[in-house]
């Protein structure tokens, strides 16, 4: 089974608008953390926003937050006020708190927003 | 501070070559890793090391080896190269507690390699 899953290939925005790029997870671990990548065209890998699985509240990055759902087993990251500069892939990221060594990626979602 | 480094950016091997990916980073972090990202996909696991000495295989380490003989550089040798190799592979690092879940991983700018 994949651990990581993101359903959307690719989803548009309006610029100023928010958007929800959705991320669901499989580990039977009770402590993993969740991570939001964003790789622009120029390719590198920048690292978004946490979520560990005993957070309380969800986490909270300048315009990025994630909307965690641990009974559904959902990450979702929310970019509010969506900017030009955001088009970009997401991945969502698992580290697994037995294994934490190991870094599980989904196949990510292309993200275009539009002026 | 450069945080992670890689060499070289670009490379074309033919096949039945081999090579090595350099990997340099700066932060004294004790985790290294190297992925590798075909055309759409995420990123894929190969080698992962926990500090000198010490390495282990990830999702895809077939074709590949790795040595960490000191904290800031983390080799990645490709023996042999196949088509199958043609991908962009990426460096990462993080400061790492065994067993705990909260360190990132900070990634270099990549390496893309062609396999003709």
């Known amino acids: 089974a994949q651990k990581i899953t993101q359903t959307q290939p690719g989803m548009f925005v309006q610029e100023k608008e928010a958007v929800t790029l959705d991320c669901t997870y499989d580990?039977?671990?009770?402590?993993?953390?969740l991570f939001w990548y964003k790789q622009p065209s120029s390719g590198e890998m920048i690292f978004l926003i946490y979520?560990?699985?005993?957070?309380?509240q969800n986490a909270t990055e300048g315009r990025y937050s994630l909307n965690f759902q641990k009974a559904r087993k959902s990450a979702n990251l929310v970019i509010s006020a969506s900017q030009l500069g955001d088009s970009a892939m997401y991945f969502c990221a698992m580290r697994e708190g037995g294994t934490g060594n190991q870094f599980y990626f989904g196949t990510g979602t292309s993200l275009t927003v539009i002026p | 501070n450069a945080g992670v480094t890689q060499t070289p950016k670009f490379r074309i091997l033919k096949i039945g070559q081999s090579m090595t990916l350099q990997c340099t980073q700066d932060m004294n972090h004790n985790y290294m890793y190297w992925y590798r990202q075909d055309p759409g996909m995420g990123l894929k696991l190969i080698y992962y090391s926990v500090g000198a000495g010490i390495t282990d295989k990830g999702e895809v380490p077939n074709g590949y080896n790795v040595s960490r003989s000191t904290t800031e550089d983390f080799p990645l040798r490709l023996e042999l190269a196949a088509p199958s190799q043609t991908s962009v592979y990426f460096c990462a690092s993080g400061s790492g507690t065994s067993g705990g879940v909260t360190d990132t991983q900070y990634f270099g700018p990549g390496t893309r390699l062609t396999v003709l």
């Open positions: 580990t039977s671990d009770p402590s993993y953390g």
């Open positions: 979520q560990g699985s005993y957070d309380q």
